[in-house]
């Protein structure tokens, strides 16, 4: 098929559910919530409101009548612009990482969207197309896919020689989805919205009265107060369990021996695969909560993907045992080998984190003085607070080196455990400010290659092992 594309008309429809759902609460705070003011600024904000819906909406149509694509054997030409035309264009070879989104809107029409990254930082980086038909997607993928391989077989690149079999290695189960619902509290968010909608509702109706007889009833027939106590908490528990039920759903991990590919979702459907050879690093994420109950988060780095927008989406299943998360990165990356034992720091890197400067405190202290003397005592809690995390932070830092693999884990509330290669690292270096000399210790730094670029730093390892990491890495430069 050749010739310019128009997207699908159902592309009217994605977009203004889209503009609509982002406005809402906009339009629900100054047409409901502020019906009744009469001030300067919500009647201008009215105004302003509706001009800019107007010109959303014709944008739209504007978008939908004017932007196009093209697709051929190896490019990709998109056609953009209204007044001013552009036309980008990218080879098939150039594409990185594939995200299919199929939202309840694209249900509608038997349509989906696709997303493809092709390892370009800024706005240019990615080619998206936001309503087409699955046909027209797998039209592409195969393209994609044939224009690859070629390029695989001329350079003999050993992922594309092989044959392509698929492996599930995780498909979500009820009891996974019961442990992400609760782990992820979303249990207790009936809570939150309960006082939100009293405090909406209070604006229009005199609730306080009938609000404190009710409470002091309520006191006095204490058992009635835990039975309504535990009710709320069952239907908070099933309104969480449905959410993380629609968000990680049918959520499966499979690779073959080229991709990565992630499924998820049951209202929005997402799907997104990830060339192995394009994975620069595997980190691992552990809140306090997660700790506790031996769960982790794993995410994948990749050449060319924003590490904001993808998080979600290059995401395994972020609520997994920790040492099935390993068994799977081992068995789907064996490059990947993280480590248990990691070295830790001597003490006298914690005396150097504490004597590092409080700029936070130092600021509270100044704004307070300057402004409200009266509230001097929320620094000390600040300046508490800042130690208690050096603390954790020097507790669990610590790393590894072994063989091409280095490992680092920092953190205090929120650990993560990153590890990387040698030869994906892409700048390393080392500092040592005044205090560190005093201490004999440094910071090691290094980069990834991702949108935007990962930095990842250590703070305290020895002269000698910064010394060791520089030899170390040089190596890698040298064998290039």
Do not use: C
């Not at 990254?117 to 080619?127: A, L, P, Q, R, W």
């Not at 968000?247 to 073959?256: C, E, Q, R, W």
């Not at 990691?342 to 890197?349: D, L, T, Y």
Request: hydrophobic letters at 45%.
């Amino acid at each position: 098929m050749s010739g310019i594309q128009r997207f699908h008309p159902a592309f009217l429809v994605v977009e203004l559910v889209s503009f609509v759902k982002g406005i809402f609460f906009v339009y629900f705070f100054l047409f409901v919530l502020k019906a009744q003011s009469t001030s300067g600024w919500v009647v201008w904000g009215r105004y302003i409101l509706i001009a800019w819906s107007v010109w959303a909406i014709v944008n739209i149509f504007l978008k939908w009548r004017f932007h196009g694509y093209e697709v051929t054997e190896r490019t990709i030409v998109l056609h953009e612009g209204v007044l001013v035309k552009t036309r980008r264009t990218a080879g098939l070879d150039r594409v990185h990482n594939q995200t299919s989104n199929t939202t309840f809107v694209h249900k509608w029409f038997g349509l989906t969207s696709l997303k493809l990254e092709t390892g370009t930082s800024g706005d240019h980086g990615e080619i998206e197309f936001p309503v087409i038909t699955q046909e027209e997607k797998e039209r592409i993928l195969s393209l994609i896919g044939l224009q690859q391989q070629e390029n695989g077989s001329r350079e003999g690149d050993e992922f594309f020689e092989a044959e392509t079999v698929r492996t599930m290695r995780f498909q979500s189960k009820k009891k996974d989805l019961i442990r992400a619902s609760f782990t992820s509290l979303s249990f207790l968010a009936i809570f939150p919205l309960l006082s939100a909608a009293y405090s909406n509702l209070a604006v229009f109706f005199n609730l306080e009265d009938g609000a404190e007889g009710a409470w002091d009833y309520l006191v006095l027939h204490w058992w009635m107060l835990i039975i309504l106590f535990v009710i709320a908490l069952l239907i908070s528990s099933v309104i969480g369990y449905v959410r993380v039920y629609l968000k990680y759903g049918k959520f499966t991990i499979s690779d073959d021996h080229d991709k990565i590919y992630i499924e998820k979702g049951v209202a929005n459907v997402t799907h997104f695969s990830i060339p192995k050879r394009n994975v620069q690093a595997v980190v691992v994420e552990q809140s306090i909560l997660k700790r506790l109950l031996g769960l982790a988060s794993v995410k994948l780095i990749s050449a060319g993907s924003s590490e904001l927008e993808s998080e979600e989406t290059s995401s395994l299943y972020p609520f997994l045992p920790k040492h099935e998360a390993y068994r799977i990165i081992q068995d789907m990356l064996p490059h990947y080998e993280i480590q248990e034992e990691m070295r830790r720091f001597p003490r006298h890197v914690l005396w150097a984190k504490l004597l590092r400067p409080y700029y936070v405190t130092a600021l509270s202290i100044a704004g307070f003085l300057i402004f409200k003397p009266t509230f001097l005592w929320v620094s000390a809690i600040l300046f508490m607070v800042a130690i208690i995390l050096r603390v954790l932070d020097y507790t669990f830092t610590s790393y590894i080196r072994h063989g091409d693999l280095i490992q680092i884990r920092s953190g205090a509330l929120t650990t993560e455990t990153f590890v990387t290669h040698k030869r994906r690292i892409q700048q390393a270096t080392v500092t040592h400010s005044w205090l560190q000399r005093r201490f004999g210790i440094a910071t090691l730094s290094f980069t990834n290659r991702a949108d935007p670029t990962h930095v990842s730093e250590l703070y305290g390892v020895s002269r000698e092992e910064a010394g060791e990491f520089y030899d170390w890495y040089r190596q890698k430069s040298a064998s290039s």
